[in-house]
C-alpha cells in the first residue's frame, strides 16, 4: 500500500509539474511539491505505524506555526523601528530559568530564541539551569513578562515535543 501511495504521489507531482513548469524540473515548484509529497507520506506512515510520532508530528508542525507567526510579529516591529525616526527599542538582558534539560532542548530553545529578530541567545549558566538573552524590546523593564513570554511560548512547546506524551 505504501508504494502505490508513493507512485500515486509521485504521478500527481510529475503531471502538475510538467503543466506548470515543462521542461523544468529543479524548479521551485517542484521543490515544494516533493517536500509536500515526502511529509504527506511521512505523515501517514507515522499516523498509521505509531500514534505516539504522530502525536509529535502534530507537535512539530504547531511549534513552526507559532515560530512563523512569531518570526513576522517580530519583523514588523524590527521593520517600523527602523522606518521611522524615534527609537523605541529598550534593550535588556534577561535571565530565563530553564526547564529544558537535554542539550537538545538548550540548543532548540536557544536557536529559536536567535532566528527571532530582536532576540538573541547569549550563554547558558554553568549548571545549564539560565538561558541568558537579549531582548531589544522590554517594555519598562519588565523583563518577567519577557521571561514568561519565552517560557509559555517556544520552551513549552519544545519540551511537548521532546518529552514523551504523558510527560509533556
Known amino acids: 500500500m505504501i508504494i502505490l501511495l508513493n507512485l500515486l504521489i509521485a504521478t500527481l507531482m510529475t503531471w502538475f509539474t510538467q503543466a506548470v513548469y515543462p ?4 524548479s521551485g515548484f517542484t521543490t515544494l511539491l516533493l517536500f509536500v509529497a515526502w511529509s504527506t507520506l511521512l505523515w ?3 499516523f498509521f505505524y505509531n ?3 504522530f502525536y509529535k508530528s502534530r507537535q512539530i508542525g504547531v511549534l513552526v506555526l507559532f515560530y512563523l507567526k512569531e518570526l513576522v510579529a517580530a519583523s514588523l516591529r524590527v521593520a517600523y523601528e527602523v522606518l521611522t525616526p524615534q527609537d523605541h527599542m529598550q534593550p535588556a538582558v534577561v535571565a530565563i530559568p530553564l526547564e529544558a534539560e537535554t542539550e537538545l532542548e538548550i540548543t ?3 536557536n529559536f530564541i536567535t532566528l527571532t529578530p530582536g532576540t538573541l541567545s547569549i550563554d547558558v549558566s554553568a549548571d545549564r539551569k539560565t ?3 537579549h531582548e531589544v524590546y522590554v517594555e519598562s523593564g519588565d523583563t518577567d513578562k519577557v521571561r514568561q513570554q519565552i517560557k509559555d511560548g517556544f520552551e513549552k512547546k519544545i519540551l511537548k515535543i521532546t518529552r514523551s506524551r504523558s510527560n509533556a
Open 23 to 26: 521542461g523544468i524540473p529543479a
Open 44 to 46: 501517514l506512515l507515522m
Open 51 to 53: 500514534e505516539a510520532a
Open 108 to 110: 532548540l530553545l536557544a
Open 131 to 133: 538561558l541568558y538573552v
